[in-house]
């Protein structure tokens, strides 16, 4: 059997006690205690109250002085980078449509999908054309991709020809990021 040796576990903790007796001294040197701070010092008396002469007139006033050349005035170089002071997104101002022709607005270009009627449809060796009527009595022709409107408030584009309908596809001429495409379809009237 081993004698047991009295200073086995024990030898870790005595190295650790000058430790934990500075750190004792230490905590309970900052305890918080302080001196008493020294009584502030008397007021001085205040001074007899005497009755003064009458003011002198004030002088004319100076000039306002300009401000000291000394400071330099900071001025921003771009170089190439965008204007921090300006917002990142700038509504753009509404596209004016041209203004008519002294001949008039006349014709498809100055023409809402809205004053159309579609009067029948014609079918050829390249596909459907759809025969349209103007509020003024005129008709035109339309093919598939061909403009309506492009000089008025919006602008259409012929997408589809059927049998019995044209299908336009209309945009504002003013583009916004919420504008979206709308569908608009003209159908044949039936004869009854």
């Known amino acids: ?19 934990a007796a500075a750190l004792a001294v230490g905590l309970s040197a900052c305890s918080g205690e302080e001196a008493p ?6 007021r001085p008396a205040p001074a007899p109250v005497t009755k003064a002469p009458a003011p002198a007139p004030a002088p004319a006033p100076a ?18 980078r965008r204007d921090p002071f300006r917002p990142l997104i700038a509504a753009k101002p ?12 006349v014709g498809l ?14 079918w050829g060796g390249r596909g459907y054309y759809a025969l349209v009527e103007a509020p003024d009595g005129k008709g035109y022709v339309l093919r598939k991709n061909d403009l309506v409107g492009e000089d008025a408030d919006e602008s259409a584009r012929v997408s589809t020809i059927v049998p019995d309908a044209v299908t336009f596809e209309v945009q504002g001429v ?6 979206r495409t709308r569908v608009v379809e003209l159908r044949l009237r039936k004869e009854e």
């Not at 000039?63 to 190439?80: C, D, I, M, N, V």
């Not at 509404?94 to 607005?105: E, I, L």
């Open 174 to 179: 003013v583009q916004t990021p919420s504008a």
């Open 109 to 122: 270009p100055w023409l809402r999908v809205a004053e159309l009627k579609l009067t029948g449809i014609i």
């Open 94 to 105: 509404p596209v004016q449509p041209r203004k008519c022709p002294p001949t008039g607005c």
């Open 37 to 42: 701070s020294p009584p502030p010092p008397p």
């Open 1 to 19: 059997m081993q004698a047991k040796s009295s200073r086995g576990p024990a030898t870790p903790f005595r190295r650790l006690w000058p430790l």
């Open 63 to 80: 000039p306002p002085q300009a401000p000291a050349a000394t400071a330099a005035a900071f001025s921003y170089e771009a170089k190439g």
